[in-house]
């Protein structure tokens, strides 16, 4: 940002640099997984820790079982007490709890001895003495409670009792949160690790960027002769050829404004020096000749018309470079304007016995500005009767279709050479001088003649043969779109 306010180019600065987002997307795109990996690898632990702990207490406890059977735990007579020791035992190895339930639903037996002589007729006891163990998880008391069926000694192998074991797995979710806090310690290295291979990564990918926005920072302060190169992407290739484009257009516009300038200064110089020589002439002569007096200021009134219709040429192209709101747009009958157009200029024809033919092919109403097309026509069928050839002819088309109407201007006249072809728009550009200051022309009709055509979102085509003659085809919409 600071950058860009030292080229100047502040007039809509970026909120933050490009790679704050990229930094943003790098560090989203590699936390996520590792972070998605710590809970799930913190969640595994756990899980498998709990699962170790049900496998491990059930093999216990079966065994544990398999001695009551054997034992005759559940005999009148049953008076060891070692299974009881054990019992107490593997539930302090678990820190849990034994519970011993018979037939009649009545616990025997707890290692707690705070049951025993109670009823109990839990679902899940009930189930066991129908042959089915279950192991039920409290997650948020953290332990769980698994029922092992105790057979009879006999051949039957009846039920004669249920043990109910419960057994904590506080210790277990100890681990595993050990376990995630280390996975969150070396996720926040990783996160740090993460972050400055993402600054380097996007201070990298975002260097071309930085690159341009330096060339053209030189450009702005002037340097515009350095063509600015940077195609390490495709989009900054294309955005270097397109800034070079631009650049080689302000060139050539600062070119042609100098060349305007120059020729301006040398059209309006030459009458005025012509007229300087001219009375110098007269004053340094003893007893002018009335003749010769009267020649002298022939030429001047000569020269005086040419400054003043370049004056006003000039004042044209003013108003023509002027903002196209300034358009009169009215509906016009081009047919008619065509016609008053050759009727002004038949004088200046019949002078030369140049024939003007007006072809009308079909009726056309447009909407223009009927004062400057009246001018670009005008011009257009003006030059063609002026660098004619004696004796010679011009023909003026008028057609049009369901978008456009089309003026066509074609002259036997001179021709023009095909290298000056691209030039006859420019202001003060003569394919010959001579031949210009010979009938009067300024160097500045087709230069208004091609503005007029463009304020009215036209277009204007040459094809000419040196020698043959010229044809100027004009295109214009019937509806004017401002």
């Not at 987002?21 to 913190?42: D, N, R, S, T």
């Not at 341009?212 to 063509?227: N, S």
């Not at 009134?301 to 108003?319: P, Q």
Request: with cysteine.
């Amino acid at each position: 940002m600071i950058l860009w306010k030292k080229r100047g180019l502040d007039t809509w600065p970026p909120v933050f640099s490009m790679v704050v987002p990229l930094v943003l997307i790098i560090m989203a795109v590699g936390l996520f997984p590792l972070l998605f990996q710590g809970k799930l690898l913190a969640g595994t632990v756990r899980q498998s820790q709990i699962d170790s702990r049900r496998s491990e207490v059930l093999n216990q406890c079966q065994i544990l079982s398999s001695k009551m059977t054997r034992a005759g735990y559940f005999l009148p007579d049953y008076k060891d007490s070692s299974l009881n020791t054990e019992m107490e035992i593997t539930a302090d190895l678990y820190n849990g709890r034994i519970v011993i339930v018979d037939k009649n639903y009545r616990i025997i037996a707890d290692t707690f001895d705070l049951s025993v002589g109670r009823t109990s007729i839990a679902e899940e006891v009930i189930r066991c003495f129908q042959g089915e163990m279950s192991n039920v998880y409290n997650k948020e008391k953290q332990y769980f409670a698994q029922t092992i069926p105790i057979y009879s000694n006999t051949p039957e192998r009846k039920i004669d009792g249920v043990m109910v074991v419960t057994a904590s797995t506080e210790n277990l979710i100890s681990i595993a949160d050990a376990v995630q806090g280390q996975s969150s310690f070396f996720a926040l290295i990783a996160v740090l690790i993460l972050g400055v291979t993402a600054v380097v990564i996007s201070r990298f990918l975002t260097y071309p960027y930085r690159n341009l926005a330096e060339m053209i920072g030189k450009a702005a302060e002037g340097d515009m002769e350095t063509a600015i190169e940077e195609d390490t992407y495709l989009e900054t290739k294309r955005i270097s050829e397109a800034f070079n484009q631009t650049i080689g257009k302000l060139r050539a516009a600062d070119q042609s404004r100098q060349e305007f300038v120059s020729n301006v200064s040398h059209e309006l110089k030459t009458p005025i020096t012509s007229i300087r020589v001219l009375a110098d002439s007269l004053m340094s002569m003893e007893e002018v000749p009335t003749e010769l007096y009267q020649e002298f200021m022939q030429d001047i009134s000569d020269e005086i018309d040419r400054e003043s219709k370049i004056i006003d040429d000039l004042l044209s192209l003013v108003k023509m470079d002027k903002s196209a709101a300034e358009m009169n747009i009215s509906q016009v009958n081009i047919n008619n304007l065509l016609e008053l157009i050759l009727k002004r200029i038949r004088p200046i024809a019949k002078k030369r016995n140049i024939e003007l033919i007006l072809e009308s092919i079909r009726e056309v109403s447009a909407e223009a500005d009927e004062v400057k097309l009246s001018l670009a026509l005008n011009n257009l069928v003006e030059n063609a009767v002026k660098y004619n050839v004696e004796d010679g002819w011009v023909r003026v088309t008028l057609d049009a279709d369901h978008k456009f109407f089309y003026v066509k201007v074609a002259d036997s006249g001179i021709g023009i050479p095909e290298e000056f072809q691209d030039r006859v728009f420019e202001r003060f550009y003569r394919v010959d001088k001579a031949r210009s200051r010979e009938t009067g022309g300024t160097g500045l009709g087709l230069a208004i003649t091609k503005s007029v055509i463009l304020m009215h979102q036209g277009t204007i085509k040459l094809e000419s043969k040196e020698g043959e003659g010229t044809v100027f085809t004009v295109k214009i919409p019937l509806t004017y779109i401002k």
